[in-house]
Structure formats: C-alpha cells, structure tokens
C-alpha cells in the first residue's frame, strides 16, 4: 500500500503525508492538527519556518482551505528544534 502524498503550501514540494505538518481550522484560526484526526479541510507545510513564513505572507493558508483565517504566534515554535 502506498503511502497519501501531500503539498506544503508554502514551497510547492510534494512529500509523504507523514513528513509534513498538518493545519486545520478552529473557530476561524489556524491549529497545529499533529493526530490528523481533526474534522474538515487542511493544509501542509514542510517542517521548515520559512515554508510556514511564505505561506502566511502568501495568504496560502486561506485559499486551501477556502476560509478567513487568523495566525496565532504561538504556531511558529513547532518549528524549533525540527
């Protein structure tokens, strides 16, 4: 069984499922989604801050999942130590 191919969002680089990082909507901000067990649309970006940067700056996050979103800062500290 081949394992689900995802895009980040912020590069365009297509990767397994399980190298990226999953982002869903809650009550219209954006949440880190790490179980991937969170309902609804998502977005990935690689495990590098500049492709979370680049999709923030872009406005990447709102087009895929087809909503407003607000970014909490706290999200940028996944991004330590990966």
């Given at each position: 069984?081949?394992?689900?191919?995802?895009?980040?969002?912020?590069?365009?680089?297509?990767?397994?499922?399980?190298?990226?990082?999953?982002?869903?909507?809650?009550?219209?901000?954006?949440?880190?989604?790490?179980?991937?067990?969170?309902?609804?649309?998502?977005?990935?970006?690689?495990?590098?801050?500049g492709c979370f940067e680049r999709a923030?700056?872009?406005?990447?996050?709102?087009?895929?999942?087809?909503?407003?979103?607000?970014?909490?800062?706290?999200?940028?500290?996944?991004?330590?130590?990966?």
């Open positions: 069984m081949t394992e689900p191919v995802r895009t980040c969002v912020g590069c365009g680089r297509r990767a397994p499922r399980r190298e990226l990082l999953r982002f869903t909507l809650q009550d219209g901000e954006l949440a880190h989604d790490p179980s991937s067990r969170l309902a609804g649309r998502s977005a990935y970006t690689c495990r590098r801050l923030v700056s872009r406005g990447a996050f709102g087009r895929t999942l087809r909503r407003p979103v607000r970014v909490p800062e706290g999200l940028m500290k996944l991004y330590e130590g990966v």
